[in-house]
């Protein structure tokens, strides 16, 4: 007997940690390739919980190593990096002697491809991730892809396809609790799409050096014959990839000097509606159309263009590619639609979760909408630390009005000296660069109190990493014909 299907995948798998975004579409990615996967988890949500179901993969509630083991011992295991390193079936899976994976791990045995395409980034890195991986499969190269997003167009944010090729979300957070290195150190890109690089995650990386020292090394494992596809419009990237002895295209916005970067984009024109604009590349001009919000969008597509069509994707495929490309959930996602409604509020929901994401989403909104800007923001662990509250120094300035909410609860970890600040610190240091910031720590008030502000024509945008409990559904029932 052997513990390996014939493509050469355990033949059970059981997920600690299961209902993660990133964790339960790569084990919805495993089962359709015939893998047997079980989970566990501390709570299941929606929409991963959801996606679970639809896919009859049987999960619970909690650690029980006697469950995990209930229809057989599973030939392999995943580690969730939020479940920690002592849970009774991380314990019992290695003193069994059952091989254990963290989620990168994992993804390095059995996604990696020869042609290895990572996209990495403080920013951006899911969006270009997901629109790769529809541009290298509507091409015909059946990339196997992971990207830790619900995807629009994609019938999964997993797939472990029969080709050499990969298209990988580079994460910079830690590996594991046990793991302190990058996530996208075990993705051995052969070509590199590089983003931006600006000190992000100060939990993780306390200094922006150590921030920057990651990417740096990423580049520096990367082969001679390899590719990196580098923003030229962020000087992180060109910080960390100035070592990079094998070969550099760069992309981004049009130069006075022509030929100064390898792909432009001009003729920008953004709207409600989407995105219309033109790429260069040795003297041609290619025109992309496409149904995504946001200036920053722009970038992200001719990154997209840039490293598919150095990969061998003719132009034409990649641009039926984009203009089909619907993006991600919660990325500028269109919630309501403020012309589809008779109220005409826009309700917008995306991840912006630091005062730069959410910086550059409110200045892309004032650029498209006129009426009144309403954010509601909630930040990650890293943004809730106090050597990161010099960033909210005018970074609401695109929004006419500024909520708090009462922040997620988080447990202070063993050895911490400084709590993470709450919602009223919060509003307190970005009112001081924002005259019309408020902190509301009851939820049903809170969405009151955006039905009393939002007027026709008027956007709310949530931008956080959690969920807002409900908030985002309740606003949209409101306004909903």
């Given at each position: 007997m052997t513990n390996?299907?014939?493509?050469?995948?355990?033949?059970?798998?059981?997920?600690?940690?299961?209902?993660?975004?990133?964790?339960?579409?790569?084990?919805?990615?495993?089962?359709?390739?015939?893998?047997?996967?079980?989970?566990?988890?501390?709570?299941?949500?929606?929409?991963?919980?959801?996606?679970?179901?639809?896919?009859?993969?049987?999960?619970?509630?909690?650690?029980?190593?006697?469950?995990?083991?209930?229809?057989?011992?599973?030939?392999?295991?995943m580690i969730g990096n939020a479940s920690g390193s002592q849970n009774p079936e991380t314990l019992a899976a290695r003193n069994m002697g059952i091989p254990t994976y963290s989620y990168p791990q994992l993804i390095d045995k059995y996604f990696v491809r020869k042609h290895s395409i990572v996209c990495a980034g403080t920013w951006g890195k899911t969006s270009s991730t997901a629109l790769l991986s529809a541009i290298l499969g509507h091409a015909g190269y059946d990339p196997s892809y992971m990207f830790g997003g619900i995807s629009l167009s994609h019938d999964a944010a997993a797939h472990i396809g029969d080709s050499s090729w990969s298209v990988l979300e580079g994460d910079e957070y830690r590996t594991s609790p046990t793991d302190s290195r990058a996530k996208f150190s075990y993705y051995r890109p052969t070509e590199l799409l590089l983003t931006a690089v600006s000190w992000d995650h100060a939990d993780m990386y306390p200094t922006e050096e150590s921030y920057f020292e990651a990417f740096e090394k990423l580049v520096s494992n990367m082969p001679a014959h390899g590719l990196i596809v580098a923003c030229a419009d962020n000087r992180g990237v060109e910080s960390v990839i100035g070592s990079f002895k094998g070969r550099v295209i760069r992309y981004g916005r049009a130069r006075p000097q022509k030929g100064s970067i390898d792909y432009e984009y001009r003729n920008v024109a953004i709207s409600s509606g989407g995105l219309s604009f033109t790429i260069a590349h040795h003297g041609k001009e290619y025109a992309i159309a496409s149904c995504l919000l946001g200036l920053y969008q722009v970038e992200n597509i001719c990154g997209c263009f840039a490293l598919a069509n150095e990969s061998g994707v003719p132009a034409e495929k990649i641009i039926e590619a984009i203009s089909s490309f619907k993006g991600l959930k919660r990325r500028m996602e269109k919630r309501l639609d403020g012309q589809a409604t008779s109220a005409g509020v826009t309700v917008i929901d995306d991840i912006a979760h630091s005062p730069e994401k959410a910086s550059s989403v409110l200045a892309t909104l004032r650029s498209i909408y006129e009426g009144k800007i309403i954010a509601v923001f909630e930040p990650n662990i890293g943004g809730r630390r106090p050597e990161a509250l010099t960033k909210y120094e005018k970074a609401f300035s695109a929004?006419?009005?500024?909520?708090?909410?009462?922040?997620?609860?988080?447990?202070?970890?063993?050895?911490?000296?400084?709590?993470?600040?709450?919602?009223?610190?919060?509003?307190?240091?970005?009112?001081?660069?924002?005259?019309?910031?408020?902190?509301?720590?009851?939820?049903?008030?809170?969405?009151?109190?955006?039905?009393?502000?939002?007027?026709?024509?008027?956007?709310?945008?949530?931008?956080?990493?959690?969920?807002?409990?409900?908030?985002?559904?309740?606003?949209?029932?409101?306004?909903?014909?």
């Open positions: 390996e299907s014939p493509l050469g995948l355990p033949k059970h798998i059981h997920f600690i940690g299961i209902s993660g975004v990133a964790t339960s579409a790569l084990a919805i990615a495993f089962h359709e390739r015939g893998v047997r996967i079980t989970g566990s988890d501390r709570g299941f949500f929606p929409p991963a919980s959801t996606e679970l179901e639809r896919h009859a993969i049987p999960f619970y509630a909690g650690w029980h190593a006697d469950k995990m083991i209930e229809l057989g011992a599973p030939d392999a295991v929004a006419d009005m500024v909520i708090i909410p009462r922040l997620t609860k988080l447990k202070i970890a063993d050895g911490e000296l400084e709590a993470p600040i709450e919602g009223s610190e919060l509003a307190r240091v970005i009112g001081a660069t924002h005259g019309d910031t408020r902190y509301i720590d009851d939820d049903a008030a809170l969405v009151g109190y955006l039905k009393a502000q939002a007027q026709s024509g008027d956007v709310i945008a949530f931008l956080g990493s959690h969920g807002f409990r409900g908030m985002i559904e309740g606003v949209v029932k409101l306004y909903e014909p």
